[in-house]
């Protein structure tokens, strides 16, 4: 069973900056491909980020690059995403999510195999 849980949302203003975590303390996390993924009411889950296993590779949904950073330490079975320069549009639940032990990284929402209960972000004036 792999648990992840989030932390770091809240209510911000445009132009402000928002760290998010996940932590997941089961022993294989430093061997997953992870994700963050994001739902704004009314439309479909979609892609944010991704890193790989050992941080080394990551992706980014165009809508946030430049913007937002990826990150990991795997000694803290941690990942973050750091968010800058947020915008309305960046208002919505965002979820921490896994992959397979050992799967490759991917943008695709339904590859991803393990999810957390997510954390609000909302960025208003």
């Known amino acids: 069973q792999v648990q992840l849980v989030e932390s770091g949302g809240g209510l911000v203003q445009p132009g402000g900056s928002l760290r998010l975590s996940c932590v997941g303390p089961e022993r294989t996390f430093s061997t997953r491909a992870m994700g963050w993924l994001r739902q704004a009411p009314g439309k479909e889950r979609e892609f944010v980020a991704a890193i790989n296993w050992s941080g080394g590779s990551t992706g980014y949904a165009d809508s946030v690059k430049g913007r937002f950073t990826i990150s990991r330490d795997n000694a803290k079975r941690t990942m973050y995403l750091q968010m800058n320069s947020l915008k309305p549009e960046d208002t919505a639940v965002y979820y921490c999510?896994?992959?397979?032990?050992?799967?490759?990284?991917?943008?695709?929402?339904?590859?991803?195999?393990?999810w957390g209960q997510g954390t609000q972000v909302t960025v208003s004036s």
């Open positions: 999510a896994a992959r397979t032990s050992l799967a490759v990284t991917t943008t695709r929402v339904d590859e991803y195999d393990y």
